[in-house]
């Protein structure tokens, strides 16, 4: 069902869980599950690059041409194009090898970048999908895991940093995922 909902503040910063379609977020910036040529491909960055439209996908290749491929973990920032969001966070989450090659440690830091980026640029809001639980076959409860830990532990060194960090779930089973992590 859509429209659901969940907040609870983390250090004076309001963290929401909701499912939707991050690509109608009115917040600062969305965060996309980029790859590393920051090529449009499928998926939430297809949908990014679509509703985004030329200036998303021409920022995003000219970064790619000035520093080569985007590092896993790393966050380079376009601007929003015809998004809602004035800014998109391009990051690369890992591919998931069955967890014992650091994947969690390469999640974390994705949305460390992203974090550390919009807290660099003034930003107040930031909403973020479910870095790497598509194509890159990371299992969500383990995903939502470590991105609300590691988010959690972010907003606690940096108190009002940020007013919101939102993370739009595309889909009901992925929403209640990170609901338990959420509230377990
Ligand atoms: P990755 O390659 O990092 O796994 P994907 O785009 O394949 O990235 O999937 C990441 C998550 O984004 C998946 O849970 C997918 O269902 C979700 N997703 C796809 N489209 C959207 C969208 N428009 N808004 C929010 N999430 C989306």
Do not use: K
Request: hydrophobic content about 40%; some cysteine.
């Amino acid at each position: 069902m859509a429209g659901e909902r969940f907040e609870v503040e983390v250090s004076g910063t309001r963290l929401v869980l909701v499912q939707g379609d991050i690509t109608r977020e009115e917040v600062d910036a969305i965060v996309n599950a980029a790859n590393p040529d920051l090529t449009p491909g499928g998926g939430v960055s297809g949908a990014i690059h679509r509703a985004g439209g030329p200036l998303v996908t021409e920022s995003a290749a000219e970064i790619r041409r000035e520093r080569g491929p985007l590092p896993t973990g790393d966050a380079v920032i376009t601007p929003g194009g015809e998004l809602p969001a004035r800014w998109v966070i391009h990051t690369v989450g890992p591919v998931w090898h069955g967890g014992a090659h650091g994947e969690a440690t390469l999640l974390a830091r994705a949305y460390r970048s992203c974090l550390a980026l919009a807290v660099a640029r003034g930003l107040r809001t930031v909403a973020f999908p479910s870095i790497s639980t598509g194509v890159y076959g990371y299992p969500v409860e383990q995903a939502a895991r470590v991105a609300l830990r590691t988010v959690r532990d972010f907003l606690g060194e940096h108190p009002g940093a940020l007013d919101e960090v939102r993370f739009v779930l595309f889909s009901q089973a992925d929403f209640l995922a990170y609901r338990t992590a959420a509230s377990g």
